[in-house]
């Protein structure tokens, strides 16, 4: 099976959300205000979707939702023991 | 016991005038029904149309009356009763359990009973007594119910921009010039505040509810900080939309309930109320800590804490007596307001 490298995916989502203008993987979201709190729930639903995984409370925060980059690291620490 | 009511449906023809409307252009007002109009929209009881008639001849009609600015998301047409009341209440997002119907034909009530049969059913020959109904009198009448009309009817304009703005939902944001006013609670606000308190459910830090004695007494406590939001936008008032509790201590200022009303949801009120907190410890120099109750509808709260920077101070996943986790500021960096908004202070 094909894997969409998981940055580009979450940049996809984004971007059908309409927030894809000049985001890049390393945007600060939080500055950009690309990322509002309801916003941040339609991602964590999204990214528990798309990678069949569940967050921990403790992965859903500041550092970790930064950057496109820091949330696909988060995303990979669970997704990497099934490949 | 039945819930009140929030939306009243109107019929047209032999109902809020005498004759029908096709066969005859000089229809008349029914008795008094322009005072009863005022008082229910004074009430904060919306009002909507659901009528078998040809739309702009009706609409032209009450035009001529002076009495259509009272009707949100009218419904005229030749489609059944039942389906323009679930077409209102999904327009409106409440459920249809607070709404009444109030009809001269038997038959379109008996149709209305039996499709939704939550729906209170009114015979317009008992017009008169509407104002008398237990069902159609609120307990309190606060600014905000006497506004709530114009407040969805400002939304409505707000949805049709949103939905024809060609941009990012910032960008969007940007351009409705919005205000958000932080006051102390004064004891006028203690009816909305109570109201609020019982409403909110996802945009809410604890769920608990407060007593109005309870409320009341937070104003005049020298431990706590208690405040309103109140936003505007160059559409209109959004209304008193948002709470929050502090309790002040030697050297902790801790958030006791943050909440706000739906319909904000998607403007960032949360983490603009944060950002003031978070900047009121700093001055204050104080540690800056969260109660918070998983209630199972209000994750997009939780989220809202942890994106600003809140972290839980107890082991990971074990919330503690009554579900509460507590959680502690601990960003970094100076915080700072939503570009899209301003932010205004107000002392008593």
Known sequence: MCYMDTREKIIEFFKSRGKGDGLTYDTDLFKG????????LEMVVFLEETFKIKLKNKDINEKNFRTIDSIASVVEKYTQGDR | MSKKIKCL????????WDGVLLEDRNVVLKEGITDILEELDRRGILLSIASRNDRDDAMRKLKEFGIDEYFIYPQIGWGSKAESIREIAASLNIGTDTFAFIDDQPSEREEVKFVLPEVMTIDAAEYKDLLHMERLTPRFITEDSRMRR???????????????????????LATLGMELTV?????????????????????NSTGLTYSYEELESYITSKDHIFLIAELK????PYGKIGLVLLEEKKDELRIKLLLM?????????????LVYVIKLAAQKGKRLVADFIDTGR??????TYKLMGFEETGPDESPGENGMIELEYRGSGEKEYPSYLKFILKSS
């Open chain 1, 33 to 40: 205000g690309y990322v509002n709190s309801l916003f941040a």
């Open chain 2, 9 to 16: 449906v109107w019929d047209l023809d032999n109902t809020i």
């Open chain 2, 150 to 172: 114009k407040m969805y009817q400002a939304d409505l304009e707000r949805k049709t921009a949103e939905s024809s703005f060609k941009g990012s939902s910032e960008e969007f």
């Open chain 2, 183 to 203: 006051a102390p609670v004064e004891k006028g606000d203690l009816e909305r505040v109570e109201e609020l308190t019982i409403r909110t459910n996802q945009l």
């Open chain 2, 233 to 236: 936008d160059k559409f209109g």
């Open chain 2, 261 to 273: 009303s739906c319909r904000v949801m998607t403007r960032g009120i949360g983490s603009a109320l």
């Open chain 2, 298 to 303: 209000n994750r997009v709260m939780y989220i």
